[in-house]
């Protein structure tokens, strides 16, 4: 008793969704977080998928588990769903085997990776203006060792990436132009 009370508390206090079903996929476990119910006051104990986060992302379990009884190998797969109130939500889904008593369980755990997205995202989306960028960038760490250059820098300088990267900004007055180069640069 003392071992499950630790393991649900555990399990209640993950912040995603976690379950454990039998090979007929029957909840033997499931906890979810608030962020997976449809309503504060619901439970996990149900075990109703679709009412936690929705019949998309229950088809994707669904998906997960089929595969992971046929082959017994463990699956990641990262969703981009519409939640309740129709915000993108992107959720990393990860189904494993726990061989038991004879039996095959399946275990998993959801976990809403959308801040961490939306991170990544905006990461490219400006990595891609500042590779598009009319303007000559550099950047540089506080002793002037040159970090990025875009291809403007590459395209005026005269310079391709690998040879800068790592190297430091006094690479401007590198001697292998004359005075008007500098200046244009």
């Known amino acids: 008793r003392e071992s ?13 969704f976690v379950f454990i079903k039998d090979s007929n996929h029957v909840y033997r476990f499931a906890s979810a977080s608030d962020v997976f119910r449809s309503t504060p006051e619901q439970t996990a104990a149900s075990g109703q998928t679709r009412d936690l986060y929705g019949s998309e992302l229950a088809a994707v379990i669904e998906r997960q588990e089929q595969e992971v009884l046929a082959t017994g190998e463990p699956q990641t797969v990262l969703r981009k769903l519409e939640d309740a109130e129709g ?5 990393e889904v990860n189904i494993f085997p726990i061989p038991l008593e004879g039996q095959t369980l399946l275990g998993g755990y959801v976990t809403d ?3 961490s997205r939306q991170s990544d995202e905006e990461k490219e989306r400006l990595t891609s203006a500042v590779e598009h960028s009319g303007e000559m960038i550099v950047i540089t760490d ?11 820098f590459e395209r005026i300088m005269g310079f391709a990436r690998e040879e800068v990267i790592g190297g430091h900004n006094k690479i401007w007055r590198s001697g292998m132009h004359d005075q008007s180069f500098y200046d244009e640069a």
Request: glycine share 6%; hydrophobic share 45%; no cysteine.
């Open 4 to 16: 499950e009370a630790k393991f649900r508390a555990f399990m209640e206090a993950f912040p995603g």
């Open 87 to 91: 915000r993108a939500r992107y959720l």
């Open 113 to 115: 990776e959308t801040a």
């Open 142 to 152: 506080i002793d002037g060792t040159i970090e990025y250059v875009n291809p403007v």
